[in-house]
Protein backbone atom coordinates (compact mmCIF):
# COMPACT_ATOMS: atom_id res chain seq x y z
CA UNK A 1 0.00 0.00 0.00
CA UNK A 2 1.05 3.52 -0.85
CA UNK A 3 0.07 7.06 0.74
CA UNK A 4 0.91 9.86 -1.62
CA UNK A 5 0.67 13.04 0.32
CA UNK A 6 0.29 16.04 -1.67
CA UNK A 7 1.67 20.13 -0.50
CA UNK A 8 2.76 23.21 -2.07
CA UNK A 9 -0.62 24.97 -3.32
CA UNK A 10 -2.18 28.14 -2.79
CA UNK A 11 -2.40 31.44 -4.65
CA UNK A 12 -0.62 32.84 -6.78
CA UNK A 13 -0.75 35.70 -9.47
CA UNK A 14 -0.20 34.79 -12.97
CA UNK A 15 3.29 35.04 -14.15
CA UNK A 16 4.30 33.87 -10.65
CA UNK A 17 5.91 30.35 -9.99
CA UNK A 18 4.82 26.91 -7.34
CA UNK A 19 6.52 23.54 -6.67
CA UNK A 20 3.98 21.38 -5.61
CA UNK A 21 5.57 18.01 -3.89
CA UNK A 22 4.47 14.63 -3.22
CA UNK A 23 5.30 12.51 -0.23
CA UNK A 24 5.01 8.56 -0.49
CA UNK A 25 4.92 6.16 2.12
CA UNK A 26 5.66 2.77 1.66
CA UNK A 27 9.14 0.67 -0.31
CA UNK A 28 10.29 0.95 -4.12
CA UNK A 29 9.18 4.33 -4.68
CA UNK A 30 12.02 4.32 -7.45
CA UNK A 31 9.99 1.61 -9.30
CA UNK A 32 6.95 3.72 -9.69
CA UNK A 33 6.08 5.91 -12.68
CA UNK A 34 4.77 8.87 -10.32
CA UNK A 35 2.83 11.91 -12.32
CA UNK A 36 1.06 14.46 -11.38
CA UNK A 37 -2.69 15.35 -12.74
CA UNK A 38 -5.01 17.97 -12.50
CA UNK A 39 -8.66 18.80 -12.47
CA UNK A 40 -10.53 21.94 -13.02
CA UNK A 41 -13.51 23.18 -12.27
CA UNK A 42 -16.13 21.87 -14.90
CA UNK A 43 -13.51 19.88 -16.79
CA UNK A 44 -12.35 16.56 -17.13
CA UNK A 45 -9.24 15.40 -15.34
CA UNK A 46 -5.99 15.95 -17.49
CA UNK A 47 -2.72 14.64 -17.71
CA UNK A 48 -0.04 17.38 -16.21
CA UNK A 49 3.21 15.13 -16.01
CA UNK A 50 4.67 11.48 -15.83
CA UNK A 51 7.87 10.63 -14.70
CA UNK A 52 9.20 7.32 -14.95
CA UNK A 53 11.41 5.01 -13.09
CA UNK A 54 14.05 5.76 -16.00
CA UNK A 55 13.80 9.36 -15.03
CA UNK A 56 11.98 9.59 -18.67
CA UNK A 57 9.43 12.45 -18.70
CA UNK A 58 6.43 13.43 -20.82
CA UNK A 59 3.70 16.42 -20.10
CA UNK A 60 0.62 17.41 -20.85
CA UNK A 61 0.57 19.70 -24.39
CA UNK A 62 -0.74 22.99 -22.22
CA UNK A 63 2.23 22.79 -19.68
CA UNK A 64 5.20 21.89 -21.82
CA UNK A 65 8.10 24.31 -21.25
CA UNK A 66 6.51 25.68 -18.58
CA UNK A 67 6.17 22.70 -15.66
CA UNK A 68 9.31 20.57 -14.57
CA UNK A 69 8.15 17.30 -12.68
CA UNK A 70 11.31 15.84 -10.97
CA UNK A 71 11.60 12.81 -8.05
CA UNK A 72 14.25 12.22 -5.20
CA UNK A 73 14.06 8.56 -4.76
CA UNK A 74 16.17 8.98 -1.77
CA UNK A 75 13.19 11.37 0.05
CA UNK A 76 10.48 8.97 -1.71
CA UNK A 77 9.33 12.50 -3.19
CA UNK A 78 8.30 13.83 -6.39
CA UNK A 79 7.77 17.84 -7.43
CA UNK A 80 6.16 19.62 -10.10
CA UNK A 81 7.83 23.37 -10.48
CA UNK A 82 5.38 25.54 -12.01
CA UNK A 83 6.52 28.50 -13.84
CA UNK A 84 4.61 31.29 -16.34
CA UNK A 85 1.57 30.25 -14.19
CA UNK A 86 -1.27 30.78 -16.03
CA UNK A 87 -5.20 31.52 -14.50
CA UNK A 88 -6.16 28.14 -16.81
CA UNK A 89 -4.13 26.26 -14.83
CA UNK A 90 -6.24 26.78 -11.77
CA UNK A 91 -6.78 23.66 -10.82
CA UNK A 92 -6.72 20.83 -8.12
CA UNK A 93 -3.29 19.04 -8.31
CA UNK A 94 -2.99 15.64 -7.68
CA UNK A 95 0.09 13.05 -7.46
CA UNK A 96 -0.17 9.74 -8.96
CA UNK A 97 1.93 7.07 -8.82
CA UNK A 98 1.61 3.23 -10.41
CA UNK A 99 3.20 0.19 -10.62
CA UNK A 100 0.80 -3.09 -10.84
CA UNK A 101 -2.20 -0.88 -8.98
CA UNK A 102 -2.51 3.13 -9.19
CA UNK A 103 -2.61 5.70 -6.28
CA UNK A 104 -3.75 8.76 -5.68
CA UNK A 105 -3.70 11.54 -3.45
CA UNK A 106 -6.35 13.51 -2.36
CA UNK A 107 -5.47 16.81 -3.71
CA UNK A 108 -3.97 20.14 -3.28
CA UNK A 109 -5.29 23.26 -4.77
CA UNK A 110 -3.51 25.67 -6.86
CA UNK A 111 -5.28 29.18 -7.96
CA UNK A 112 -4.28 31.75 -10.20
CA UNK A 113 -5.50 35.04 -9.93
CA UNK A 114 -4.52 38.73 -9.66
Known amino acids: QVHLVESGGGLVQPGGSLRLSCAASGSSFSTYTMGWYRRAPGKQRELVAL???????NYGDSVKGRFTISRDNAKNTVYLQMNSLKPEDTAVYYC????????WGQGTQVTVSS
Open 51 to 57: IRSSGIT
Open 96 to 103: YGTRWRDY
